[in-house]
């Protein structure tokens, strides 16, 4: 069976307040669900611990956040 986890990715825990009642929402609806929040540390901590093969191709990758 596939697990019942909701991923979520953002910058860091800080969701916009524009998207903090829909985040909540999916949460409540799907209650019995794990929720996630991948922030970029938490991302690229993900995959040098899982993959530390593919991590220098991970930071170059051009779509940084850290816009």
């Known amino acids: 069976m596939i697990p019942k986890i909701i991923h979520q990715t953002w910058k860091n825990k800080q ?3 524009e ?3 829909a ?3 999916c ?3 799907n209650s019995h669900y ?3 929040l991948w922030t ?3 991302m690229k901590n993900f995959v040098k611990k899982e ?6 191709i991970y930071k ?6 850290k816009m």
């Open 51 to 56: 993959y530390p093969e593919f991590y220098n």
């Open 15 to 17: 969701i916009p307040d």
């Open 19 to 21: 998207w903090k009642h």
């Open 40 to 42: 970029d540390e938490t």
């Open 27 to 29: 949460k409540k609806i």
């Open 34 to 36: 794990k929720y996630i």
């Open 23 to 25: 985040v909540e929402s």
């Open 60 to 65: 170059k990758y051009k779509y940084d956040t």
